[in-house]
């Protein structure tokens, strides 16, 4: 079955950064696009960062553009994400997402905490 697995969450200090990834099984991982979300408490969740299967395309939110970077392995089944220039605002849970087949599968989150 699908299978998503984030690590490298923490806390780190205002501008301070950070490397998110997130092992993919289960797929063919090269024939689908990735994403990242996240979610702080009491908010919604949101898209913060998503590329194409090819590497051809990335999109970012507005509120992490020009900081983030998203960018993925085939050959290890890996989807990354690079938070520099961190901010409190960015505390949150960091999920990684597909939609394989019509069905939108999860990781179980990683937890990203920006504090001095």
């Known amino acids: 079955q699908v299978q998503l697995v984030e690590s490298g969450g923490g806390l780190v200090q205002p501008g301070g950064s950070l490397r998110l990834s997130c092992a993919a099984s289960g797929f063919t991982f090269s024939n689908y696009a990735m994403s990242w979300y996240r979610q702080a408490p009491g908010k919604e969740r949101e898209l913060i960062a998503r590329i194409t299967s090819t590497r051809a395309n990335t999109n970012y939110a507005d509120s992490v553009k020009g900081r983030f970077t998203i960018s993925r392995d085939n050959a290890k089944n890996t989807v990354y994400l690079q938070m520099n220039s961190l901010k409190p605002d960015d505390t949150a849970v960091y999920y990684c997402?597909?939609?394989?087949?019509?069905?939108?599968?999860w990781g179980q989150g990683t937890q990203v905490t920006v504090s001095s």
């Open positions: 997402y597909a939609l394989i087949r019509g069905f939108g599968s």
